[in-house]
C-alpha cells in the first residue's frame, strides 16, 4: 500500500517528547491525524530548519503521536536536535509504501543502525494481530544499534551484530541471518538499514527463497514525486525499470531491486 501527497496531511506538530537512543535523537511529534494514518515502513516529511524538508520514517505511531528517529550528520538534523518540548514543527505525512502485515507466519526484521527504527512499529502491529517478529540489529559498534533494550520488549526474540564485537556477537547481520532464519522458522524478512546492506540481506533471502522486503535509503529532496532524485532500479521481465523511492517506495521487494 502507498500513500500519495493527495493522502497526505500537512500540519504544525508540536514536539511532545526529546529522547536519545544510544547516538541517535528521538523526537516525539504530536500529529493525531498522522498518526492514526501511519502504516509501518512509510515516512513523514519534517521541518529542518531553512533547508528543504527531510524524511524520516515512522519509529512509533501511537494516541496521538509520532516518532522519528535521526542520526546528527548536517545542519539539518543538527538543527532538529536542537528542538525543545513545546517547539512547532512543519510536517507532513505519512507518505510512500508500507511493509505487508501479511499474518500468514513469523516475519524476520533485520535492521542496521537506525534504519531499524520502522522495524520496531512493523513488529508491534503484527504481534498485535498474533503474528511473531524476531529481529537481527547490527551495527559498526555498542552505541551505533538502535534501541537494542527497547527491542526485547517489542520483538519476540532479538539477535544482535557488531562489527567490533561491543555488543552481541562480532559481525554483520547476514553473518547469522540463515540460522535465525530457520530457528525462528520465518516466512519472510523485512530490513531497512545502509544500501549494502540491504543488498546482502537481498541476497541472502534468495539463498533461503525467502521473500524479502526492504525500505530503501535513497536520498529524497521533494518525498512527493516530483524531483525524480529518489529513483531506484528494479528488474522487470528481464528489463531494468526505474521506479521512485517516495511514491512506488520506499518498501521494495528486495530480490528485484538491481542492486549497485
Known amino acids: 500500500m502507498s500513500a500519495t501527497i493527495a493522502d497526505a496531511i500537512a500540519t504544525a506538530a508540536r514536539v511532545v517528547g526529546v529522547d536519545r537512543i544510544g547516538e541517535y535523537q528521538v523526537l516525539s511529534l504530536r500529529a493525531p491525524d498522522v498518526a492514526r494514518r501511519t502504516l509501518p515502513g512509510q515516512f513523514v516529511m519534517v ?22 528517529a535521526f542520526d546528527v550528520i548536517g545542519t539539518g538534523t543538527r538543527w532538529l536536535a536542537e528542538r525543545a518540548l513545546g517547539d512547532e514543527l512543519a510536517l507532513a505525512g505519512p507518505l510512500g509504501s508500507a511493509f505487508s502485515l501479511d499474518p500468514s507466519g513469523p516475519v524476520l526484521a533485520v535492521g542496521g543502525g537506525y534504519g531499524a527504527a520502522p522495524l520496531f512499529l512493523l513488529a508491534e502491529r503484527l504481534r498485535a494481530a498474533g503474528t511473531p517478529a524476531h529481529a537481527i540489529l547490527g551495527a559498526a559498534h555498542e552505541a551505533r544499534v538502535f534501541g537494542s533494550d527497547h527491542a526485547n520488549r517489542t520483538f519476540d526474540s532479538v539477535t544482535v551484530t557488531t562489527e567490533d564485537g561491543s555488543l552481541g556477537s562480532r559481525g554483520r547481520v547476514t553473518d547469522v541471518l540463515s540460522e535465525v532464519a530457520g530457528r525462528t522458522k520465518a516466512t519472510r524478512i523485512a530490513a531497512c538499514g545502509p544500501m549494502p546492506m540491504l543488498d546482502a540481506v537481498s541476497a541472502a533471502a534468495r539463498e533461503l527463497d525467502l ?18 532524485t529518489c529513483v531506484i532500479g528494479l528488474h522487470h521481465n528481464g ?11 520506499p ?4 530480490r528485484a531491486v538491481a542492486w549497485g
Do not use: N
Open 211 to 228: 521473500p524479502c522486503e526492504v525500505a530503501v535509503e535513497e536520498f529524497m529532496a521533494c518525498g512527493i514525486g516530483v524531483c525524480w
Open 47 to 68: 521541518e529542518a530548519g531553512s533547508l528543504l524538508r527531510r524524511p524520516f520514517s515512522v519509529f512509533r505511531a501511537e494516541r496521538d503521536a509520532v516518532a522519528i
Open 251 to 254: 518498501v521494495f521487494d528486495g
Open 239 to 249: 528489463d531494468v525499470t526505474y521506479q521512485r523511492s517516495c511514491t512506488e517506495g
